[in-house]
C-alpha cells in the first residue's frame, strides 16, 4: 500500500514498462484525457485539434508535427499552461498564426480537465485548468506510480545497449565506474519509456591483450616459485597479476614451471627510454616473450591464459553486482572466430564491393563512408585485426533484429566512431542506427583514498570509500559528454550539499513520519486524504504538486535525449521543494482533513523518488 514503508527499496521497487496507458486513466477524464501528466494532456488535445484539421483540409495533408511546445505560464492570469503550436504552423500552412489557433481551439475535443482556452497576443493558445486537475497527479501516483511514470517513447523499439565491456585484463577503474553507472540508468530509463531494451557485455577475451595478460600472470607464476624474474615495461605490473599467479599456483602447482633463463634465451631486450623506436624495441621484446610461452606450455598456455581470463572477469562480475549492474548477455569475443562471424562479416563486405586487398593486407574502404582513411581487417601476417571482430560482432546485433545499437564507450574512443559506423554502412546501409554514448574523464578531488590497488584507484575501492548509492549518483550528475570531477567528501558528507542524502533523507523522511503517525495512535486515510487535496493551497505546496506533475515528461525528455542526469537533477529539485515545504508546514496536525491531504502529497513524493532512484538503481532508504 502506498502508505506502508516496509520493503520499500530499490529491490523491491521493479519498473513495469509493459503497462498500457490504459491503466493510468481516470474515468473522469474523456477518452483523450489519456496523458500522464497536464503538460501531456494539453499536448494531446493539440495533436487531436491538428489532426482534424488536417482531416478537414484546413491544413496541407503533407503539413507534419514532431513535437509541440506547451509551457507553463508565468502569469496565472493567463492561465496554467501555453502553446506555440500557432505560430509554429504559421509559416508552412502559409495562414495567419490568430486564424490558425482559432480553428485548432474549435477542434479541441472536450476534457473535464479544461475550464477555458484564450488566445493571447500573435496566437498562443492559453489553457485554463479546472482547480481540481492541479491534484490529479497525487491521484496516479498513489494509484500506481508506474503507470503514472511510463510514457510511451520507445513504442517497443528494440535497442541493443552495449557498456562497459572492460577488459578482463585487471579490475575496474573509476572511469569504468562512470560507464557502468551510465548504462545501468540508462538501460532502466529506456525500459520505463516503452523501449525493449537488452543489456550487453562484450567481453574482449581475443587478440593480444589476453596474450599480455597471460604472460604477465605467467612471469608472477614463475617468481612464486622462487624464480628472479623481470617484468617487461610493457606487461601488467598491478598486484592483481600476483595474486592471480598465486592462485594458479595453488590450483595447478608446477605444472606450467620452467626455468626463468629457459623462458628468455634469446630474446630481444626490453630496452629503458622513451620515443617511438624504443616503444617498438619494448614492443617486440613482449611479441617475443608470448611466442615463447606459447611455444613452452604448448595446450598449457590455453588454460594458464583461462584461468586468468576467468579470474579477472570474476572480480569484474563481483564489483558490478556490487554496483548494482546487471547485464542480459555476457557475449565473448572468441565466439566470433570460432562461430565463423567474422569470416561471415568478411564475405559480404566483398559481396559489397567494400574490401581490397593492398601490401599483403585486406582493406575495408570506409574512407568513401565517412571515416578520414581506409583500415586494415586482415594484416600482412594474416591475423585479424581488433576492428575486423568489432565489424563482425556489430553485424551480430544488427542480424539479431535490434533496431537500434547503442555503445558507451570511453572518451578516448572518439576516433573510433566513424570507422565502425562507415563498416555498418557498408555491410547493411544501416548505419545511422549505429549511436555512440562516449565518457568522459573522472578525477577525484578532496578527501584521501584509503586503499589503491597498484597506482590506479579502482571502482571498488571508490565504493569502500564515498558508497555505493553516492558513488552511483555522484556518477550520474553531469552529462557524459562533461568531465565529471568526483568529489569524496562531499559523497561521503551528510548535508543537503549531498544530492544523494537530500534526496534519500526526503523518502526517509516521509516513512518517519508515518512511523510517527501510526506510534500517535493515528493511521493515513488515503481516500480521506484524496477528497481534502483541496486543501493544498499554499505556494509551497503548488510547487511539490507542479514539480510531481511534470515527472513522466522529464522520463520521457530524458530517454529521448539519453540523459539520466535529467533525472538525477529532477529528484534534487523535488527533495529540495518537499524539505522547503516539509520545514514550513506540520503535517502530523489535530485537524483530520488537512492531516490526510499532507500525508498523501507527502506519500506521492516518497513514491515518485523511489521510482526515479530505482531507475538510477539507488537505494530509497526507509530510515537514515
Known sequence: MPG??????????????????????????????????????????????????????????????????????????????????????????????????????????????????????????????????RFESVRRILADVNAFAHTDVGHGEKVLLEFVSANPTGPMHVGHGRGAAYGSALGNLLAATGFDVQREYYINDAGRQADVLAVSVFLRYLEAHGERVAIPSRAYPGEYVRHCADALKAKYGQQFFHPYPDVMQGLPADPDGEGDAIKMQKEAHLDALISRTRQLLGEDYRVLQDFALDTQLADIRRTLDAFNVSFDRWYSERTLADSGAIDKALARLRERGHVYEQDGAVWLRTSTLGDEKDRVLIRDNGIHTYFAADVAYHLDKLDRGFDTLIDVWGADHHGYIARVRAAIEALTGQGDRFHVALIQFVTLSSGRMGKRSGNFVTLADLIDEAGNDATRFFYLTRSPEVPLEFDIDLARSQTKDNPVYYIQYAHARVCSVLRKLADDGHAFDEAAGLQALTHLDSQEERGVLERLDSYPDILARAARDRAPHTLAHYLRDLASDFHVWYNGHKILIDDAAVRNARLALSVAVREVIAHGLDILGVNAPDSM
Open 4 to 133: 506502508d514503508c516496509a520493503g520499500v527499496s530499490m529491490l523491491t521497487r521493479r519498473i513495469c514498462p509493459d503497462r498500457t496507458l490504459a491503466a493510468c486513466i481516470m474515468a473522469r477524464f474523456a477518452p483523450t484525457d489519456s496523458a500522464v501528466s497536464m503538460k501531456a494532456l494539453i499536448a494531446d488535445l493539440l495533436t487531436h485539434a491538428f489532426n482534424t484539421l488536417q482531416a478537414d483540409g484546413r491544413l496541407p495533408a503533407g503539413l507534419a508535427i514532431t513535437e509541440i511546445q506547451v509551457e507553463r505560464t508565468r502569469d496565472p492570469s493567463h492561465g496554467d499552461w501555453a502553446s506555440n503550436l500557432a505560430l509554429a504552423l504559421a509559416k508552412p500552412a502559409q495562414q495567419k498564426p490568430r486564424d490558425i489557433a482559432q480553428a485548432l481551439v474549435a477542434a479541441l475535443p472536450p476534457s473535464a480537465a479544461v475550464i477555458k482556452t484564450e488566445i493571447a497576443g500573435p496566437g498562443f493558445i492559453n489553457f485554463f485548468l479546472t482547480p481540481e486537475s
